[in-house]
């Protein structure tokens, strides 16, 4: 989304004859999240979860290969059908693995919730700073230095991270 929006914001300053007009700075979002200490907390809580669910899923799948070397030691003396139920106990319980791994760090799992819940408050209060900044100093267009993509040079000068960063940590 981020690429799409400074592509578009490109393509329209390079068509507009009006793009000298325009005042623009950069800001480096990345370094103003990092200097915040509630969004460091959030990010420590974040990956004490990530860990945790990390080894949830290690001690796991240890337990299916406990089962399938069990198995292997086994399958000489077991039935057909012995050896079947013991197969499809393995694979369910493989499949089990691989769906807790999806419901804690899938697209929409409980990892990515929590981020959401944790980390989007801050965010959506850095955009707000810079909105308001962009709004009290006559900006018209602030861009993410952290998101490169697009941009090919940024003159110094129009870096106003650490003018945000003085808002957001007074």
Known sequence: ??????????????SSGVAQSQRTAVVDIDEILSSMEDYQKAQDQLDEIAERWRQEIAQEMDQVKSMYNKYQAEQVLLSDEMKREREEEIMEKEKQVRD?????????????????????????????????????RGYDIILDRSAT??????????DKTEDIKKILLR
């Open 1 to 14: 989304m981020k690429y799409f929006l400074i592509f578009f914001i490109s393509i329209a300053l390079a």
């Open 100 to 136: 807790m791994q999806r419901e804690k760090f899938g697209a929409e799992g409980e990892l990515f919730n929590k981020r959401q819940e944790l980390v989007a408050p801050i965010q959506n209060e850095v955009y707000k700073a810079i909105s308001s900044y962009a709004d009290s």
């Open 149 to 158: 993509a697009g941009i090919v040079f940024i003159n110094d000068a129009l």
